[in-house]
């Protein structure tokens, strides 16, 4: 699957993308359609299709997405902020590989569209 998953690509480096963040666990970059003033994706280096893939083993990875997300919002001046994960096509995925979207500066309305 990595070798064809873009956000695979983008962690190899085969890709090129605005990175933020990297360990070795997490990745993160700008998204390249930004939706926000600020918006990036955070997403585990283990490929997962998406939130419905995460199995007990992911779960402190997951978290560490989550942790990471929230602490790079506060550091790029968007502590308040939109976490998104969409979880299937119907619901706006178009990337099978699971991010964590994270917009921010600007007010944000609810439900979503
Ligand atoms: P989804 O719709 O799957 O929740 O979100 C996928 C996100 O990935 C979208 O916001 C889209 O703009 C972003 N995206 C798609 N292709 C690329 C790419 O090649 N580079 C970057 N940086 N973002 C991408
Ligand atoms: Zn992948």
Not at 14 to 27: G, N, Q, T
Not at 60 to 75: C, Q, W, Y
Request: glycine letters at 10%.
């Amino acid at each position: 699957m990595s070798s064809t998953c873009l956000f695979c690509r983008i962690v190899n480096g085969e890709i090129p993308a605005k990175k933020l963040y990297e360990d070795d666990d997490v990745f993160a970059f700008w998204d390249i359609t930004p939706q926000a003033p600020k918006h990036f994706l955070v997403i585990p280096k283990k490929h997962l299709s998406g939130p419905g893939a995460v199995s007990v083993e992911d779960e402190a990875l997951i978290g560490k997405v989550v942790r990471i997300g929230a602490e790079l919002a506060k550091e790029n001046g968007v502590e308040q902020c939109r976490l998104v994960m969409n979880n299937g096509a119907e619901a706006g995925q178009t990337v099978f590989h699971l991010h964590l979207h994270v917009l921010g500066g600007r007010p944000m309305s609810w439900p979503p569209g």
